[in-house]
């Protein structure tokens, strides 16, 4: 059974930072495609950032300089620094693990992330 699990959302003031954690369980985590996607209320989910099973990033460029995806896949986890975060950044944040060879996509259940004073 595949398990997405998103951890490290939570309020934090314009210009803060945050941590978002994913921790993936029931997949091949090394060969995975691992992202970050964000639904904001009223609009469609977008992705964020990707990162390839070789280390390739992709950045959305609203988040770019601000944000970094990286992996670990000794621990199957997948990261989302977020730095100098704007009020419309405030969404769920959600995990998404793609196999390439299968078209496969997995999803975490989210964590909010609210910039607000």
């Known amino acids: 059974q595949v398990q997405l699990v998103e951890s490290g959302g939570g309020l934090v003031q314009p210009g803060g930072s945050l941590r978002l954690s994913c921790a993936a369980s029931g997949i091949i985590f090394s060969i995975n495609t691992m992202g970050w996607y964000r639904q904001a209320p009223g609009k469609q989910r977008e992705s964020v950032a990707t990162i390839t099973s070789g280390g390739s990033t992709n950045y959305a460029d609203s988040v770019k300089g601000r944000f970094t995806i990286s992996r670990d896949n000794t621990k199957n986890t997948v990261y989302l620094q977020m730095n100098g975060l704007k009020p419309e950044d405030t969404a769920v944040y959600y995990c998404?693990?793609?196999?390439?060879?299968?078209?496969?996509?997995?999803w975490g259940q989210g964590t909010q992330v609210t910039v607000s004073s």
């Open positions: 998404n693990a793609y196999r390439p060879l299968t078209g496969t996509h997995n």
